[in-house]
Structures are given as C-alpha cells and as structure tokens.
C-alpha cells in the first residue's frame, strides 16, 4: 500500500524532539497528543505567513482544494499552462526504499 508522504511530514519528524516512528504513526492512523499552547501559536504565525507570503505573488494558481487526484490533475494541467508558481501542488513519485 502507497504511502504518502507531505512536506509537513519532515516537520513532524523532528517535532518535538526526532522520533523515527512519528511519520509511520500519523500514516498509520494513530492517534496525537493535542498540540500545546506554544504549537497552537506556531500554526496560527505560520498560516499568518504563508497568506502573506502568497500575497507578494502575481499570478499564484492555488490548488489546495480537491482531492488529491483532482490536484495531481489540475497540477499537471497547471504546469503544461505554463504557469510559474503553483501552490499546494501534487506530485506522486514510485520510489521503493
């Protein structure tokens, strides 16, 4: 069965501390701790950012709504449209480790 694998997934492995089964428990459908005070705080500065970071660009083409075939579609769609900056983007890759 595929794993899927997201860039928030490399924050998760570190977060609190490194944890090598902290990835495989999330897939797997484990349940987390809540989050703190301090990374509540963190989520809502980050999502402050990513909105105003976003704002700087001309011509964002946002894709983070659908699921994820719809978004690998329309991100491929996107890419042959030319379009330069594509956010929340899909890609699948079939590397076996």
């Given amino acids: ?3 899927r694998l997201a860039a928030s ?3 998760t492995y570190f977060r609190p501390s490194k944890c090598d089964l902290r990835v ?3 897939a797997s ?3 987390e701790a809540p989050h703190g005070p301090y990374e509540e705080v963190l989520f809502r500065l980050g999502e402050k950012h990513e909105v105003s970071d976003l704002a700087t660009f001309p011509k964002v083409v946002d894709l ?3 699921t994820l075939q719809e978004r ?3 991100t491929a769609e996107t890419i ?3 379009a330069t900056i594509i ?3 899909v890609f699948i890759g079939t590397l076996q480790l």
């Fill in 64 to 66: 983070h709504a659908g």
């Fill in 24 to 26: 495989y428990f999330k």
């Fill in 29 to 31: 459908g484990k349940e």
């Fill in 80 to 82: 042959e449209a030319g």
């Fill in 72 to 74: 690998l579609s329309k």
């Fill in 87 to 89: 956010y929340q983007a």
């Fill in 1 to 3: 069965m595929p794993t």
């Fill in 9 to 11: 997934d490399f924050y």
